[in-house]
């Protein structure tokens, strides 16, 4: 563990202010740190449109966490490693001059996480670690829409209050609604492992684990109680060198797991060195994910509050649940099998390094919201929404990095990635929910005098968010100048950061700018 205190502050635009705390010692055997992190800004700006504001984001955000981490050597083979942690973080959510089913709010989240690990070496290549790992979040939002007056007809009256009016009455409803998005999720995993590395290069691993998940949340799942998933694994992994350049990688996980009982996921790998500095790689794999929780029971249901006068009979206050989402369950697994060819090659005294991967990937059985009409009660929405297995996609493509290093103080990597994806796009664009080119450049130098200078300019082509907008291709530049002295006793750096130099663009939707940003960073670290 590094020793001493080390600090970092950062402030700039867009109230951008963070604070991180950190401190390392040890005490004979025992090792530990401590730290703390607080976080904050105002999110993305909104959009304008001939000086006026015709959105504005309600999305600013606030994070304090507290970690530490010890570990303690009890012998020459003994090691237990103990993590802990807790944050809290307000946030805004919705977005002002919205409409009514995004209102401005804010949203509290909290999380904690406790870790428990012991090690023992067993002598002769043997490992073993036993690690068991809690954590919890919960969130809490509540969104309040309305009021809204609509005028029924007299079947949905009939429907909503079982009144028995003739054909042609109709009345004025206005009506408010609360959905309550408070959610708590907890997991307990306890995971074995066993690993052997004999003298001859080979490396062997398995093990398994044991994971309980429980979610409880009565406006998400339609009940006050805990769900509760099950999760059982088992695990083996073999690197085995077949010669002095051909290396093999097999391994599988099998699973069981509440919702879709069995399944078996296996891996194999090859790596063939064609020189000391040139080699070939291969890979194949089958996975597969399993629905979530919201996916195969969710239920959220809307407690709407409203009044029905009708002209001649009078008004009536009254209160009814909608439900928005309705998961019909009985989901299957998600399946991807996956198959890449890459080269990996260096050069110019390994000052030029060169790494290309060629994928192809088809993934079955996408789960994908569904919308249904003709619901008996349609306040909030005309839609009732469900999940369902109707999409398929196949991904090709081919990954590119360059790294050169022409000085030990200076650094080139460039990259890009070419996708396409062909899919049938039943109930999303998943054929467009990529850029087909994005490229990747980044330079750094350091300077005489501990001066360094860097930047970083990203280029993505235009693509298709899932279930979002749209998104224009973006071109992005980040600045970073830094200067490194001491300051009282300690060794510092003073930093200056320029984030979207080249101008402001749309990022994820419409409604969040990312405009230029300008902040600066200070680092004391003991010396």
């Known amino acids: 563990e590094e020793q001493g205190t080390y600090t970092k502050l950062t402030r700039g635009s867009d109230d951008i202010g963070d604070v991180l705390l950190r401190h390392g010692g040890h005490q004979g055997a025992l090792d530990y740190r401590l730290s703390f992190q607080y976080q904050q800004d105002a999110g ?3 959009i304008t449109h001939y000086g006026n504001r015709i959105w504005d984001n309600h999305d600013w955000s606030r994070v304090r966490r507290l970690t530490g981490r010890a570990d303690y050597q009890t012998s020459a083979t003994d090691r237990w490693g103990f993590q802990a942690g807790l944050a809290e973080s307000p946030q805004g959510r919705g977005a002002l001059f919205s409409d009514l089913s995004d209102p401005p709010r804010t949203l509290q989240k909290e999380n904690n996480f406790v870790q428990l690990r012991w090690e023992r070496s067993l002598g002769n290549g043997h490992e073993l670690h036993v690690q068991f790992h809690r954590d919890e979040h919960r969130t809490r939002d509540q969104v309040l829409l309305g009021p809204v007056t609509e005028t029924l007809d007299a079947a949905t009256i009939n429907a909503l209050t079982g009144l028995g009016l003739p054909d042609g009455m109709t009345g004025t409803l206005t009506a408010s609604a609360l959905l309550d998005g408070y959610l708590r999720t907890q997991r307990h995993d306890l ?24 979610v409880r949340s009565e406006g998400w799942f ?11 694994r088992a695990f083996g992994n073999a690197e085995v060198p077949v010669s002095e350049r051909l290396m093999l990688n097999l391994g599988a996980m099998l699973e069981h797991n509440d919702i879709i009982g069995h399944d078996l996921s296996p891996r194999l790998a090859a790596n063939y060195r064609l020189h000391d500095r040139h080699t070939l790689r291969a890979a194949w794999s089958r996975a597969s994910r399993t629905p979530a929780m919201i996916e195969e029971i969710g239920n959220l249901v809307g407690a709407i509050d409203a009044n029905l006068s009708i002209p001649g009979v009078g008004s009536q206050d009254f209160a009814v649940a909608e439900s928005l989402i309705l998961a019909s369950g009985g989901l ?3 399946r991807i099998q996956s198959t890449e060819l890459g080269y990996f090659g260096e050069f110019l005294d390994r000052r030029l390094q060169l790494d290309v991967k060629v994928f192809y990937d088809e ?10 009409q003709g619901k008996p009660i349609t306040l909030l929405s005309n839609n009732l929404i469900d999940f369902a297995p109707t999409d398929r996609a196949r991904l090709k493509g081919i990954e590119t990095q360059l790294d050169w290093r022409p000085s030990t103080h200076t650094m080139v990597r460039f990259g890009h990635a070419y996708i ?8 999303e664009e998943y054929s467009r929910s990529a850029p087909r080119n994005s490229y990747l450049l980044f330079a750094s130098h350091r300077f005489p005098r501990r001066l360094d200078a860097s930047l970083a300019w990203h280029y993505t082509e235009r693509m298709q968010w899932l279930e979002w907008e749209s998104i224009n291709a973006i071109s992005r530049l980040d600045l970073r100048l830094a200067k490194g002295f001491h300051l009282a006793g300690q060794r510092a750096q003073v930093a200056l950061v320029g ?7 749309l990022e994820f939707r419409r409604g969040n700018r990312f405009d230029p940003r300008v902040f600066v960073q200070l680092n004391l670290a003991p010396r």
């Open 44 to 46: 993305f700006d909104g």
């Open 191 to 214: 995971e074995f492992q066993h690993s052997y590395s004999p003298d001859q290069g080979a490396r062997f691993v398995w093990g398994g684990s044991l994971r309980m998940d429980r």
């Open 222 to 232: 339609g009940r006050d109680d805990w769900f509760y998933h099950h999760l059982y």
């Open 332 to 334: 299957p697994r998600e």
């Open 363 to 372: 993934v079955d059985k996408l789960i994908t919201l569904t919308t249904t």
């Open 420 to 427: 396409d994806i062909d899919s049938d796009d039943v109930q």
């Open 499 to 505: 984030q979207n130099v080249l101008g402001d663009h």
